[in-house]
């Protein structure tokens, strides 16, 4: 395709003894909508084309693809209805996850899943004196508005303010009892120590507050205490095992 100048160049070299005056001049009026077609055509790289420096990538986020891979064992009504995430992994990632859905075909109403490097591991009832509502249950997709590293991160972050050293983490996501907040809450861990709980917003992964392990362990009402026991009570110590690595609520 020439480009206007180059067309101007190439009248200019015809034998314009041979050429009619009207065509010439048919094909200098047509230049500006032959232009104009090409560039609408052949739009310059940039923002929004998928081309160019300027062009944004799909956003990855491990949760959500777990969750993905996770949620195709659960009735299609109810893929979306996730009561519980926890995640275990290491200081910046998280490489093993656990979703409980809300499930009313069990009689507990709550399944299991374990997902690690997106291929599920074990699907596995909750097995609960206790049954789980419906309505404590959320999306994460609506939730999780940033993705496990940026919380990480921002636990992290805090980690080095104080001066802890840790070397692996376990994340939890739930409602509250009042079921109003969803706080992402991160286990500090060295081996298999706990070394304080920093609680993270999911959709801005601000810290909200930090607790150390002493204080957590002197008041056992403490609702992270509860939560993160409570989840391993109803599925037992071989579900426990499985997705940690310990076993502490059945011995």
């Given at each position: ?64 693809e ?60 909750v ?7 419906r ?9 999780t ?34 079921g ?17 709980y920093?609680y ?52």
């Amino acid at each position: 395709m020439l480009s206007n100048k180059g067309f101007l160049l190439l009248i200019i070299h015809m034998d314009m003894h041979r050429l009619p005056l009207v065509c010439v001049l048919g094909w200098l009026l047509a230049l500006p909508f032959v232009g104009s077609a090409f560039a609408q055509s052949y739009p310059p790289p940039g923002p929004g084309n998928g081309s160019g420096p300027g062009s944004q990538p799909p956003v990855y986020n491990a949760l959500l693809e777990a969750h993905d891979a996770a949620r195709v064992v659960i009735d299609p009504p109810h893929r979306n209805d996730v009561l519980t995430i926890m995640g275990y992994g290491g200081v910046r990632s998280v490489d093993r996850w656990m979703f409980v859905y809300y499930d009313p075909s069990v009689s507990s109403h709550g399944r299991a899943v374990v997902v690690s490097r997106g291929k599920i591991e074990r699907v596995q009832p909750v097995d609960s004196r206790n049954t789980y509502p419906r309505d404590m249950s959320f999306s994460p997709a609506n939730v999780t508005l940033k993705e496990p590293p940026a919380i990480l991160r921002s636990a992290a972050v805090l980690a080095r303010r104080k001066g802890i050293e840790y070397d692996n983490t376990r994340m939890l996501l739930r409602r509250s009892v009042d079921g109003t907040s969803l706080v992402w809450r991160v286990e500090l861990l060295s081996a298999r120590k706990s070394m304080g709980y920093v609680y993270v917003s999911p959709r801005t992964a601000s810290v909200v507050r930090f607790e150390n392990s002493e204080l957590v362990a002197q008041q056992k009402g403490k609702q992270f205490v509860r939560d993160v026991q409570g989840t391993f009570m109803n599925m037992g110590g071989e579900l426990e095992q499985f997705f940690t690595g310990k076993r502490t609520v059945d011995k």
